[in-house]
DNA sequence: TCAAGCATGTTACAAATAGTAAGTATGAGT
DNA sequence: ACTCATACTTACTATTTGTAACATGCTTGA
């Protein structure tokens, strides 16, 4: 038996649990992780942006979060030695490819949870 | 002064912040949602086969994210009263439309968190 | 020279969330 | 009466997150 888990014997049914999938949504959707890398795409490409962009979002997480991504090739971090010190966040090809997700995810929102729509009820 | 939040001055540049996106993504992402969301648009529909298809969660988990997917309108729950008496859980029309964020993720993980993968290295 | 400030974190500790294991409820079967 | 099954709930522990204060290296102003 594989890695893969089926609920029916249907077989066009696709496995009901796949640990690449597990892996990446648990990645992307950690805790700040998702509006981080939403906010990247977007253009942020400091701790300082990053940081203003994100309400609500502390320091400690900030820097936890992008050592993850770091760790797992979705950013890389370049230290720039100006005065004061900077650090620039980019996202890899790794990370730019998320941009499908993201704008998945963006679409469902809107569609879904948008504050009020006139046209769409219960 | 609204609820998003402007990284550059660039008027074609995206806000780096939105409510919408974060509530969702949150939401998908919140640990084990995601392997649910995935488990249930891929057949299951009681609260066994989702213990089942999913390796290393809890009981007491999949009660809390069921409920915290049905306050959100994703899935509903209904039960029917057999013996032992069943609970049927399915999602929505708005937690079918997660079908595409779903498709996202999966295609992002294919490409990129594939196990080994012999044309693409670094 | 001394203090103050900025960018980017780190540390310490409290609060919230998740994991584990055992218990509950109802009715059927034996 | 006792056990089985499903679908939870409860009690307790471990891990993660939030908050706030501190550290570093260099610059500017008094």
New interface residues.
């Given amino acids: 038996m594989s890695t893969m888990?089926q609920?029916?014997d249907?077989p066009t049914?696709?496995?009901?649990?796949?640990?690449?999938?597990?892996?990446?949504?648990?990645l992307?959707?950690?805790?700040w992780?998702?509006?981080i890398i939403?906010?990247m795409i977007?253009?942020?490409t400091r701790f300082s942006?990053i940081s203003?962009?994100?309400?609500g979002i502390s320091d400690r997480l900030i820097s936890e979060r992008l050592k993850e991504l770091e760790a797992e090739g979705v950013v890389v971090r370049t230290v720039v030695p100006s005065t004061p010190v900077r650090v620039d966040y980019a996202l890899t090809e790794?990370g730019r490819?998320?941009g499908?997700?993201?704008?998945?995810?963006?679409?469902?929102?809107?569609?879904?949870?948008?504050?009020v729509a006139a046209d769409r009820d219960a």
Same sequence: chains 1, 2.
Wanted: net charge negative; aromatic share 8%.
């Fill in positions: 888990t609920i029916s249907d049914a696709a496995p009901a649990f796949c640990p690449a999938y597990h892996h990446a949504i648990e992307i959707g950690r805790r992780s998702g509006v939403r906010a977007h253009g942020a942006d203003a962009a994100i309400p790794k490819a998320l499908d997700v993201v704008a998945a995810v963006a679409a469902w929102a809107e569609t879904w949870c948008a504050p």
